[in-house]
C-alpha cells in the first residue's frame, strides 16, 4: 500500500486560521500561504485545541464519521427517475455493480448539511472507488471537503481493512469494516494530534451486513438508503439521505428503524 505523507503545513495554517464550523454552516475557503514560520510554529502547537472544536456542540469533544461508498456515498449509476435528487457526474465512470456514469446521492452533494461537517471523516468501501487516480476518487474526495477542511489527505489505501495508512480505505470487504476503525483512529491520533473516543464514532453503509458486524464494538453503525432499495433489499438505491445521518447512539439497521416506524404508529396514529 501506498503510505500517506502526514499534513503539508499549509493544513496546519490553514488550521490556525479557523474557527470551529457552526452546524449547517457553508464550507469554508482555503487560507493564504504562511507568511513565516513563526505562524507555521504557532499552528503546530495550537493544533490540537483547534482541531478539538471540530467535535461539534452537542458532544463538545471530536468525532468521526465513516461513509461506505456504492450506495452510500453514490446512487445508482445514471438513475435519476427513482431518484431525482441524485446528481449525474458526467463523463466520470463508476465501476461499482456493473458499471455507468458516477451518480452522487443527496449525502455525497450535501455533507456539509450534516453533523459531519463538524467531524473528522473517513471511508471504509468493498470496492475500490474505480482504481487508483480515478476520477470518481477525485470527485469523491471533493465532496468530502477535501484537504484541509475534513480530510487530511487525498491518499487512498489500496488493498485490505488493515493495517491503516489513511482514512480512505478501499478493499475492505463486508463484514469486517469494523476493523479498519481503529487504524482510521490511530491514524487522526497521529496526524491530527486528537483523541476521538469510540462513542463518538459513527459509520454509514447501506448493508445490513456492515452495520450487524458492528455490533461487537462500542461505535456507532446507521443503516442509510432505507427508503430506496434495490436487488431485493440487498443494497441501496439511490444511496444515503441528508435525513439519515443522524447523532445517534447505537446500530441500527433499516429493518428495525421500521420495526419502530410502525411501533410508533400503532401506538401515536
Given at each position: 500500500s501506498r503510505l500517506s505523507s502526514p499534513p503539508s503545513l499549509g493544513f496546519l495554517v490553514a488550521v490556525l486560521s479557523r474557527r470551529p464550523w457552526p452546524p449547517m454552516s457553508p464550507r469554508p475557503g482555503r487560507a493564504p500561504a504562511p507568511a513565516a514560520a513563526a505562524v507555521a510554529s504557532a499552528a503546530v502547537l495550537a493544533l490540537p485545541l483547534l482541531l478539538s472544536g471540530l467535535g461539534g456542540a452537542a458532544a463538545d469533544r471530536p468525532c468521526l464519521c465513516v461513509f461506505d461508498i456504492d450506495r452510500t456515498?453514490?446512487?445508482?449509476?445514471?438513475?435519476?427517475?427513482?431518484?431525482?435528487?441524485?446528481?449525474?457526474?458526467?463523463?466520470?465512470?463508476?465501476?461499482?455493480?456493473?458499471?455507468?456514469?458516477?451518480?452522487?446521492?443527496?449525502?455525497?452533494?450535501?455533507?456539509?448539511?450534516?453533523?459531519?461537517?463538524?467531524?473528522?471523516?473517513?471511508?471504509?468501501?468493498?470496492?475500490?472507488?474505480?482504481?487508483?487516480?480515478?476520477?470518481?476518487?477525485?470527485?469523491?474526495?471533493?465532496?468530502?471537503?477535501?484537504?484541509?477542511?475534513?480530510?487530511?489527505?487525498?491518499?487512498?489505501?489500496?488493498h485490505g481493512c488493515t493495517p491503516v495508512h489513511t482514512p480512505l480505505v478501499t478493499f475492505c470487504p463486508d463484514g469486517q469494516k469494523q476493523t479498519a476503525v481503529p487504524g482510521i483512529i490511530s491514524w487522526y491520533r497521529k496526524y491530527a494530534l486528537v483523541e476521538i473516543a469510540d462513542e463518538d464514532v459513527h459509520f454509514y453503509d447501506d448493508r445490513a451486513i456492515n452495520i450487524d458486524s458492528f455490533k461487537s464494538t462500542k461505535y456507532n453503525a446507521h443503516q442509510i438508503s432505507c427508503r430506496t432499495r434495490d436487488i431485493g433489499d440487498a443494497i441501496g438505491l439511490c444511496g444515503a439521505d441528508?435525513?439519515?445521518?443522524?447523532?445517534?447512539?447505537?446500530?441500527?439497521?433499516?429493518?428495525?428503524?421500521?420495526?419502530?416506524?410502525?411501533?410508533?404508529?400503532?401506538?401515536?396514529?
Open positions: 456515498l453514490t446512487g445508482k449509476q445514471g438513475d435519476l427517475k427513482r431518484c431525482p435528487w441524485n446528481k449525474i457526474e458526467a463523463g466520470v465512470d463508476d465501476t461499482a455493480y456493473g458499471g455507468g456514469v458516477l451518480t452522487l446521492s443527496d449525502l455525497a452533494q450535501h455533507v456539509e448539511g450534516t453533523f459531519c461537517s463538524q467531524c473528522y471523516l473517513g471511508i471504509i468501501s468493498a470496492g475500490d472507488a474505480s482504481g487508483d487516480e480515478s476520477e470518481e476518487r477525485k470527485v469523491l474526495h471533493r465532496s468530502l471537503g477535501g484537504e484541509p477542511s475534513r480530510l487530511l489527505t487525498d491518499e487512498w489505501q489500496q441528508v435525513s439519515e445521518i443522524v447523532r445517534e447512539r447505537g446500530i441500527v439497521t433499516c429493518e428495525e428503524k421500521r420495526r419502530n416506524h410502525q411501533a410508533w404508529r400503532e401506538r401515536y396514529v
